[in-house]
């Protein structure tokens, strides 16, 4: 991703941001308490959504995304902290968040598993695990197109990742699933089990 991606993809966002992701965001990061985690929180879209957050820890790997995130922190009513770094190894010490939040982020992560691995280790027992992704579709048709277009579009994102899988997969207790866009892209809140 070049210096010109995070503009871009602030702009694609504009028309996406002013409807139905807008609410979607706001409704679903508003539930975020305490002190929180974000993962790959890129131009700082979400942060004007903090109501009910302490502090938010905000981790993102493209130094560009992150820089740009900057005004967000400045007109932010709640600290937020930016880190500079990957999702698959924190340095956080176990047991830190109270909640953890990730937007359209899991399709890009490569260790999927690694990472929600250390979203439990630094989550407290019954953190709250707030997630917005897109997945791969349960339609026939659509999800042989998504796997079709991935090894294409994966330099981008893996447009046919299944995130909701990878959850049921790990200990977290799944409360609350969302479906938008026909299955497209789900909201998925969950609880730390450990
Ligand atoms: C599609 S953007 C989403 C940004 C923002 N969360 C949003 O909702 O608009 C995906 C973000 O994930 C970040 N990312 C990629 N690999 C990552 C990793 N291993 N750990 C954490 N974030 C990662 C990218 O740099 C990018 O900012």
């Given amino acids: 991703m070049g210096n010109l991606f995070p503009r871009v993809y602030d702009m694609a966002m504009l028309p996406l941001e002013r409807t139905k992701f807008n609410k979607i965001r706001k409704a679903l990061v508003s539930k975020a308490s305490g002190r929180v985690l974000e993962i790959g929180s890129g131009t700082g879209i979400n942060f004007p959504y903090y109501r009910n957050a302490s502090q938010v820890d905000a981790i993102e790997p493209n130094p560009v995304m992150n820089k740009r995130s900057n005004k967000r922190i400045e007109s932010s009513r709640i600290p937020i902290q930016p880190y500079l770094m990957k999702a698959e190894k924190l340095p956080f010490a ?37 997630l917005f992704e897109h997945v791969r579709m349960n339609q026939k048709l659509l999800g042989k197109a998504q796997d079709l277009l991935t090894p294409t579009w994966k330099k981008i994102c893996h447009l046919n990742r299944n995130t909701l899988e990878l959850l049921t997969q790990a200990n977290v207790s799944i409360k609350k699933i969302d479906r938008h866009f026909k299955g497209l892209f789900l909201t998925i809140e969950c609880l730390n089990e450990k």
């Fill in 94 to 130: 176990d047991s830190t968040f109270d909640s953890v939040v990730a937007t359209l982020v899991f399709c890009t992560i490569p260790e999927p598993v690694k990472a929600i691995q250390e979203i439990q280790r630094v989550g407290k027992p019954g953190a709250k695990i707030l």
